[in-house]
């Protein structure tokens, strides 16, 4: 299973994603919460998509993503069943992370008609088992069923694109990224952008240094 974003991922070691995780959950706004002893992180872009981190105590991740335009988007579908089975292969320890939980903004929620229980929405379920990343077995079965893309209509690559899995993920890129979007309208707003920017970055273990060398180091 070849996929760039996907090979990028593979080789970051654990902390360094954590610490991408909770720089861009920042930057996003979205307030971390504790969920049985997990810690959720989320990124989304406003406009329907999402990525939404539980790290777990024990070292393991679930990782969720979501694309409202992809064919994997079954809030129209209202099928519980086939949701649920976007789970399949994931340790039932993170299922209940998202099963019977209240929903949230990056994560709605689906209910089985028959039983009243619930599951978050998810286009894409992958994760880590302290030493690896998996695709859920049953998002892998499904989309080899139905020839679909898996890593591009889950919303992987689009949803993890803001974490810049190996690549640099500085002040400097994010505030570069948001200047090519037009966000500024003069260089003074730019720079206080960039010193708040660099606050978050602080705050969550930047020595000031270039983060690709803490994650080389991490190694």
Partial sequence: MSNATWDALEATPLPEVRR??????????VEPV?????RRLAWNDGGGQS????????????LLTFDHESVLNLYAEEDFALQESFY???PESLVTLVR???????????????TGRTIHYAGGVFWYDGTRWHVSDGLVEYCRREDIDLFGESGFDYCLDVYRFGQDL????VVAIRDESGRYEDEKGKEADLAGVREVFIRHGWPGGRPGDHARSSR
């Fill in 51 to 62: 990525a939404v981190w539980y790290f777990a105590q024990d070292g393991r991740v679930l």
């Fill in 88 to 90: 399949q292969g994931v």
């Fill in 20 to 29: 991408r995780a909770a720089v861009v959950d920042d930057l996003a706004g």
């Fill in 170 to 173: 500085t002040p400097e890129t």
């Fill in 100 to 114: 019977d939980r209240p929903e949230n903004y990056e994560s709605l929620n689906l209910t089985d008609s028959a």
């Fill in 34 to 38: 504790t969920s049985a002893g997990a």
